[in-house]
């Protein structure tokens, strides 16, 4: 059973810090793994999907890796900003090509001003 | 492009009482549909997804059923509501056939029982 985890579940930092956020899981038999940004009570925005062939992806000041040797994937934002703070939720299949998905719980990232 | 949409935005209902929560997707053809709940402090869990018309896969036994009578339209139901029930509901779509399956979520409902 495909479980995953992530580290710490809140974290707070001042404005222009940069910061990694991870993700772990147990079965890397898997084809991608998905990113997600939640606001307080709103629904989820797609940030980077990773495939299983790549090792990161970029976009914009956002950088995702994924080693599934590990079963870790993390995401990197660089020259934090206020707007930023958010819910990180890191997703990937319970198994292989599966059209499911397993959150995490989330890491709570507020940007201090 | 592709958008989804949800309603209601809000609801309160009272216990017993039926539910019936609507998704549908602009700008694709037979995609996969979910139906997803996030309790307070707890995660996401899915709940029913769906691969095509009349298709619906159960993942979590419950007192909700879900239905899906046109290609891009997702109902969520229930016929007696329960304290248990409250959370925020959202519904996500993806590609159908793709491996790499990105799945893409609505705003969602945010349904509180009393």
């Known amino acids: 059973k495909q479980e995953v985890t992530q580290i710490p579940a809140a974290l707070s930092v001042p404005e222009g810090e940069n910061l990694v956020l991870n993700c772990s899981f147990t079965?890397?038999?898997?084809?991608?793994l998905q990113w997600f940004r939640q606001d307080p009570g709103k629904g989820l925005t797609s940030l980077l999907l990773?495939?299983?062939?790549?090792r990161e992806q970029t976009s914009g000041r956002l950088n995702a890796s994924l080693d599934k040797s590990s079963g870790r994937s993390t995401l990197y934002i660089a020259a934090s900003q206020p707007g930023d703070s958010a819910t990180y939720l890191c997703?990937?299949?319970?198994?292989?090509?599966?059209?499911?998905?397993?959150f995490g719980k989330g890491t709570k990232l507020t940007v201090n001003p | 492009s592709q958008t989804i949409h949800q309603w209601p935005a809000t609801l309160v209902q009272p216990v017993g009482s039926p539910l019936s929560l609507e998704c549908t997707v602009e700008?694709?053809?037979?995609?996969?549909l979910y139906w997803y709940r996030q309790a307070a402090g707890r995660g996401l869990q899915l709940l029913f997804y769906?691969?095509?018309?009349?298709?619906i896969s159960s993942e979590v036994p419950q007192n909700l059923s879900a239905s899906r009578p046109q290609d891009r339209q997702f109902i969520l139901s229930s016929k007696k509501l329960l304290l248990s029930d409250s959370g925020f509901y959202l519904c996500?779509?993806?590609?159908?056939?793709?491996?790499?399956?990105?799945?893409?979520f609505g705003p969602g409902t945010r349904l509180t029982v009393l």
């Open positions: 996500a779509w993806s590609m159908a056939g793709g491996i790499y399956n990105e799945q893409f």
């Open positions: 079965d890397s038999a898997i084809y991608n």
């Open positions: 990773i495939q299983s062939s790549q």
């Open positions: 997703a990937l299949p319970p198994q292989g090509g599966s059209e499911k998905l397993v």
């Open positions: 700008g694709t053809s037979n995609p996969n």
């Open positions: 769906s691969v095509g018309i009349g298709q």
